[in-house]
């Protein structure tokens, strides 16, 4: 495979001086209808930027293209300087790239638990072992430890096809955490939960390890410029601005079409 | 493994059990009784009910149960692995001995053994990789098509598997001083591997490997994003139902002594799928209940059926009407029928009809 081409040490030479994400030129189509159209986007490792845009915008097929989801039509994708564009997606995620879906993907016949030790186990070695985790597994922590960073401690042995809408977003966020994720994409992660929960959330994203940067889609102008330092605007698959927070809420542009523009 | 076993504390183990007290102890008495009752059936039992009915079983079972471990916890129904048993058949016959000394190496079991098993699990593992580009309906055209190839291409091959005949005097080894075709040393011979199958299965669903087939399962996507290979993990778990399939294949061939193209035909392909979904897809137990169905029916069947006065031969009639029937009852086999009894006994002991409405929501509330 490509991926087998790069060498560890030439993964770890590009990582102390390249960017985290690196979109070059990307597209996507489908059939006639162009989601994305010549993205061109970079962020520093340990950024933390919003993406903001109107439903339709391309947005998640942004989030699909930079984990492999949906491979673009054209344009290139570079990962911590490391080309990933034909990785398929697990090998993305093994070098660090997490995301969250808008709409849940979780495994609803499995306890949270379960959810979580997945995640944790699908960043590590031993993913095939037919041995039972022990008590004092490793995994197994890290997997409590994160129950309890989202707050679903109490939840920890309910199938997840019974947790509460929130209590699944919540979940989200925690498959997306686990390992050691270098760079992670939130869809939406606010959408939908309660003021309380959006204020966990909030509390969660500003308190990652300042090296972990991230992408978040956020429609919610309070959640999304709190957390992030700087603001990519997107309108009908293409950027057309990029800034500090306070330029974008300020930008005369923005607020027409963000305003105006029916966004859900 | 047992060691492992002792300290797990995730998921189901955590639900039903408090962190004190052993494995052993937390075996229900319905457990204890069953196996007491099979640890003594030959003291019940006469020697065509050990051989016939219950070795039988067990050994379909077995190939059954590596169905519904591809088909329940990885969402993979292969009509391959009474293929993968046949191959199995066939390679102790070629390189063990046989009655037909031209083309059997005559090695001992200890070599001849294991090399069947090797090739026989090489076979499902290269059927499970075509097949895993496949979904659905079409992982089971592809399976089939596979299975169908084998026995055309065993019964149309002399050279190799000796065509049309196949090959018989394939009997197991004499170890320990014992004849393993005597009907009590093949009833626990076939009870071990049956139940050690059993066990293995079981444990496996809770470990890394069994959790992430049945995430595949539920969320191929999600997997892949969660760091998983997902093709991989697939291709794997036909490696190890292939395991199970040869071994059961072995003691299949063993007891009748003989193996040729019929053995793994269309016939029987399509009823190990028969027995895993009149059992149940649902828990490893169902294709062993499925088995001794299906054993019971095919073995009694010719009698009740002239005794009625009609022709024997439609045994598989009654075997097919007795599917239709399960199936349409409950699309999760007997497993799901018995689930569905405890549930309403639970509920609802004194009302009649409605009670069955009832159940069925609140059993898919649930599900
Ligand atoms: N799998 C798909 N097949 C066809 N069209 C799609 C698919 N996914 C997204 N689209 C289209 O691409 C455009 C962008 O969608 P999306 O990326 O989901 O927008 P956003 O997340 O910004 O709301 C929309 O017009 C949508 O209908
Ligand atoms: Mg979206």
């Known amino acids: ?264 | 493994m047992a060691v492992t076993d002792h300290g797990t504390g995730q998921g189901a183990e955590g639900r039903r059990a408090p962190a004190h007290g052993t494995w052993i102890e937390s075996i229900p008495p319905a457990v204890w009784a069953l196996g007491a009752v099979l640890l003594l059936m030959p003291a019940l039992a006469n020697d065509f009910v050990l051989y016939q009915i219950f070795g039988w079983t067990f050994i379909l079972g077995m190939i059954g149960l590596s169905l519904m471990f591809l088909a329940g916890y990885g969402g993979m129904v292969s009509l391959v692995q009474m293929s993968v048993a046949g191959m199995a058949g066939y390679m102790v016959a070629i390189f063990g001995s046989s009655a037909i000394e031209t083309i059997s190496l005559g090695w001992p079991w200890y070599l001849s053994v294991p090399v069947a098993i090797l090739i026989a699990v090489a076979f499902g593992t290269v059927a499970g990789a075509l097949a895993v580009r496949t979904e659905g309906i079409y992982t089971i055209m592809i399976t089939l098509a596979i299975a169908s190839a084998f026995f055309y291409f065993t019964r149309q091959n002399y050279v190799i598997f000796n065509g049309f005949s196949g090959f018989n005097g394939v009997l197991p080894p004499q170890l320990f001083g014992v004849d393993w075709r005597q009907a009590v040393p093949f009833y626990y011979l076939t009870l071990f591997w049956a139940v050690l199958s059993y066990l293995a299965v079981l444990y496996v669903r809770r470990a890394p490997f069994g959790l992430a087939l049945q995430g595949v399962r539920d969320n191929p996507r999600r997997m892949r994003a969660l760091g998983f290979n997902v093709t991989a993990h697939r291709i794997a778990a036909y490696s190890l139902a292939a395991v199970i399939a040869a071994i059961a294949g072995i003691l299949l061939t063993w007891q009748s002594a003989q193996i040729s193209p019929g053995t793994a035909g269309v016939g029987p392909v399509i009823d190990i799928l028969i027995i895993a979904v009149v059992g149940g897809l649902r828990h490893p137990i169902g294709p062993f209940i499925g088995a001794l169905i299906y054993v019971v029916l095919s073995t009694f069947a010719i009698d009740i059926l002239t005794g009625l006065g009609l022709a024997g031969e439609r045994f598989r009639l009654l075997i097919g009407l007795g599917f239709l029937v399960i199936v349409f009852f409950s699309p999760d086999g007997v497993l799901g029928l018995w689930e569905k009894w405890r549930a309403s006994g639970r509920r609802d002991p004194l009302t009649g009809e409605d009670r069955g409405e009832d159940r069925g929501g609140n059993r898919e509330g649930g599900a």
């Open chain 1, 1 to 264: 495979m490509t991926a087998r081409a790069s060498t560890v040490a030439s993964r770890i030479s590009a990582t102390g001086t390249a960017n985290a994400l690196e979109l070059r030129g990307l597209t996507r189509m489908f059939g006639a209808l162009a989601a994305l159209t010549d993205i061109n986007l970079t962020v520093r490792p340990g950024e933390r930027r919003a993406v903001l845009g109107s439903n339709g915008a391309g947005k998640t097929t942004l989030f699909n293209c930079i984990t492999g989801d949906f491979p673009p039509t054209a344009g290139t994708i570079r990962l911590f300087g490391e080309d990933v564009t034909h990785f398929p997606p697990h090998e993305r995620i093994r070098r660090g790239l997490r995301r969250t879906y808008q709409i849940s993907l979780l495994f609803a016949g499995l306890s949270v638990r379960d959810n979580v030790y997945l995640a944790c186990r699908g960043v590590s070695r031993y993913r095939f072992s037919l041995l039972r985790p022990r008590r004092d597994d490793a995994l197994m922590a890290s997997a409590e430890g994160l129950i309890e960073a989202v707050h679903l401690s109490d939840a920890r042995e309910t199938l997840v096809g019974d947790l509460s809408y929130g209590q699944q977003r919540q979940l989200e966020v925690a498959l997306a955490l686990a390992g050691a994720p270098r760079f992670v994409l939130f869809d939406e992660p606010a959408a939908g939960l309660s003021p309380t929960e959006r204020r966990e959330l909030v509390e969660i994203l500003t308190n990652l390890p300042s090296h972990m940067g991230f992408i978040i889609i956020e429609h919610d102008m309070d959640v999304a410029l709190r957390v992030a330092e700087s603001v990519t605007m997107m309108h009908n698959g293409r950027i057309f601005k990029e800034g500090k927070p306070a330029e974008i809420e300020s930008d005369a542009e923005v607020q027409a079409l963000y305003l105006g523009g029916g966004h859900g």
